[in-house]
């Protein structure tokens, strides 16, 4: 069948990559909090529907994920229909067509002349790169070592769109609102956009630089060659190709036809050639062929009986050996120079509410950026070293990043929803409570109560819990001038703690506040925790001692 | 353009752009009114119907349209300050503020705006406090529930002032930008201040660090509110939170009086409010700082207290 219902092939494929766009940008507009504790779902559809991520997260979490049924779907299309994600859905694709179209005046001349270059000096490399990228991450994944969200094609798009993109393009519009003022743009134009466009505020994130020139990059390889990240680097795009050898929809007739050249030209993937033959790994049934053919004869359709054997995957015996080596390699090195999860958790390396264990949250997340996407108060943030090489990315409370902001909110759980993978679990606002991301402790040479006697408890104010979790001594106190004053001196209950981190993003005094939020699994640092069992008699009437010095005579029991 | 004339110009435009930042001094503008003149009146009322009750609080005061008058620019400060619903007992009452401000509009208002500077995420306040959706009930295009645009937090000189001379305060609060401002706060425990009443609610119009407030807390809350200067005040104490404050949380601790206290004497209205706790008006240093900076009477004694 060479037209559908009379309209070309391209343009229906057109129609697929600008209405999944759309959608797409849609979604990632939706993934915001919008007043209901609910989201209407299918946020993280795009990164269910990915094949690469779903293997990578099963494999390296040790474990089966059934919100990845999408992705199952995908590879029974692909198996049936080839490698039609990355010419139909992808949005990285689309954008990446869009792309080299808006810049055809360029991209023409740069093509021209980096294409031929490229070919004769890097050929075999850049045709291996995007297996060996594939076997290095499945097999580090099965060492439990997670790396896919650095190569993911829709973590990288997601992450550069909200770390960088989004952030820019809320600044860039609520200055020009700001300095047009007046007029039709503040009347219509503004709440529109507000309402419809934009994120609710610029949001700030860490590795905003590094996420965006990831995305830069891919976007300007367009200018050697057309997909360049598609056709050589992409490791989703490698998977998919793997899956589409043996499709039942074949480009035909199978044998490249040899008399004009035109759809070689064509092609954009490099899947035709009419020497090797056709390579259905490569193809991504953009249709260019079929609509551009002067003889009319190129078709895709189901050819039970195809002579000739796909030309096979450019993968050499070099190169999977070299992607096994490095699958080995980098979680080896890593863990050598304990740059790994395999060192001791940093104590305030602070994780969304209900991810478990450590080791199993970075196994299982796949650093998309969903949830930091959906966070309303930007407390998420990508970690940088602080969880090691491989803990890159992945997303960690930073209380006092937003002064007075940065807390994570006693009643959300957004994040837990959009989470593709499970690492951070669907949570009910019950069951946040019971897996709280960690617990508060008093920096008693700070806290302004504590350390100079000085009237504060704006923690105690905060505290979301119902019961507060941080408690008030009432105290007497003697000052450095000798003055005996009556303090309200703060401490935290752990057992009712739930490790939002609205104590520490609040605290008065600036720098690193006098109160912290630390892990679960860390050991207490508050003083507390000496007298763990001495005290229990005297219940906790009796105020802990303070840096080492026992309270005045004078001291008061607590009213709490 | 060579060299010369180039690096001229850029010296001569980055001088005009250093130059041209704005600086904002409105404290002539917000200049205090004083005491009010006369024995301070306070009208207390008690019922089930909230919508009914403004009303009735209202009646002794001679009305929403002796506060406000026709093509008034109104801001109705509630406290949305929390992720919390109505019963929960740490945001103002919806329907409060819905009747406040529908009688504002009555009265012939040309705008009425509500907001407040939320403790939590500000769409959570202002959706699970309900008071968005009340405001928008009204249907009426003067009177909106808007969030605070952080480009317009202005730095205020605090004249007369004892201990917080300079503050941020947000541009449509301050007497050049509203013409009435009436603050609906809801009476709540709270463990530094003991109590958060009507003038600690100034906490919602203020920018910059918070936290600032909080070293000293009774002078500086009275400081802030030689600048907001409320025409009206109406306590919301339909129901009160007893402990656990501000944040609440536990049904358990929010005890229901079904009263609302409205006065144009913040001071007077705070004092009696403070009562209802079983606490005496001078056990809140924030009453008795304000008192003494000559913002209204807390001698309960002196106030002529009606009861609609």
Known sequence: MRRLLWIPWRWWRRAAQLVLLVAFVWLFRRTEYSGAEQLPGGENILFRLDPLAAAAAMLAGRQVIALFWPALVMVGLTLVLGRFFCGWVCPLGTLLDYFHR????????????????????????????????????????????????????????????????????????????????????????????????????????????????????????????????CRWLCPAGALFGLLARRSLVKHLPVRVCKACGQCVELCRMDALDPAAGLSPHACTLCMECVDHCPKGIVQFGIKRKAKSRPRPVDLSR?????????????????????????????????????????????????????????????????????????????PRLVPRLLFEQSNCEYTCTLCSQVCPTGAIPRLTEELKHHHPSGKSYFDHNRCLPWAKQTPCIRCEEMCPTP??????????????DGEEVEI???????????????CESNCTIEGVAGIRVQRVDAPDPGTEFLLKGANKAAGQARPPAADGRAAPAGAKGGSF | MDRREFLEQVAAWSAGACVATPVFNVSSIVAAEGKPQGASLLAVAKG?????????????????????????????????????????????????????????????????????????????CYVKSGIQAAVESIGDSRAQCVFQDQSKFVPVQIENAKSLKEFHFYQDALATECDC??????????????????????????????????KGIHQ?????????????????????????????????????????????????????????????????????????????????????????
């Open chain 2, 48 to 124: 089930k119907d909230y919508a009914a009750l403004v009303e009735q609080v209202m009646k002794p005061l001679g009305g929403m349209a002796a506060f406000v008058k026709k093509d008034d620019r109104v801001v109705v400060k509630p406290n949305i300050g929390w992720d919390r619903t109505p019963e929960q007992a740490a945001n103002t009452h919806p329907d409060v503020v819905k009747t406040v401000v529908q009688q504002c509009l009555d009265a012939g208002a040309k705008r009425v705006l509500v907001f407040d500077r939320t403790v939590n995420d500000a769409r959570r």
């Open chain 2, 220 to 308: 500086r809350i009275a400081d802030l509110n030689l600048v907001i200067r409320p025409k009206l005040t109406i306590v919301d104490a339909t129901r009160i939170l007893l402990r656990n404050g501000p944040t609440g949380g536990n049904l358990a601790d929010v005890k229901v009086l079904d009263t609302l206290i409205a006065s144009a004497d913040p001071v007077a209205a705070d004092a009696y409010a403070t009562t209802l706790f079983g606490m005496k008006p001078e056990e809140l240093g924030s009453t008795v700082a304000a008192a003494k900076l000559g913002l209204g009477e807390m001698d309960l004694s002196k106030v002529k207290i009606l009861n609609a």
């Open chain 1, 467 to 480: 019961e507060k979790a941080i408690k008030i001594l009432n105290t007497f106190k003697i000052k450095q």
């Open chain 1, 488 to 502: 309200q001196q703060p401490f935290v209950d752990r057992e009712l703690c739930v490790g939002c981190g609205i």
């Open chain 1, 102 to 229: 808006l810049l055809r005046p360029i991209t023409r001349r740069t093509n021209a002349l980096l294409r031929p270059r490229l070919a004769a000096a890097a050929a075999a490399p850049l045709r291996g790169t995007r297996y060996f990228l594939l076997i290095a991450v499945l097999l580090a994944a099965g060492l439990a070592f997670p790396l896919v969200g650095l190569v993911d094609p829709f973590s990288l798009l997601v992450r550069g769109l909200t770390f960088a993109l989004d952030p820019l393009l809320c600044r860039a519009a609520n200055a020009y609102f700001a300095w047009s003022g007046s007029g039709w743009v503040a009347t219509v134009l503004q709440p529109f956009a507000k309402k419809h466009l934009l994120p609710f505020r610029p949001m700030v994130f860490y590795l905003t630089e590094v996420s965006a020139a990831i995305l830069v990059v891919i976007f300007l390889l367009e200018l050697a060659a057309r997909r360049f990240w």
């Open chain 1, 318 to 394: 070099r190169g999977v050996l070299t992607g096994i080596a490095a699958g080995v390699a980098i979680p080896g090195a890593a863990v050598a120079v304990r740059l790994g999860h395999e060192s001791p958790v940093p104590p305030h390396l602070i994780r969304p509410p209900g991810a478990g264990d450590e080791k199993t949250f970075l196994s299982l997340c796949i650093r998309c950026g969903e949830c930091m996407k959906v966070c309303p108060t930007n407390v998420l943030q990508p970690a940088i070293f602080e969880a090691g090489l491989a803990g890159m990315f992945s």
């Open chain 2, 181 to 214: 401002y009436i603050n609906v706060p809801i009476a709540k425990h709270h463990c530094l201040s003991k109590l958060t009443i009507g003038l600690k609610n100034a906490m919602g119009v203020i920018g910059g660090n918070r936290g600032e407030i909080h």
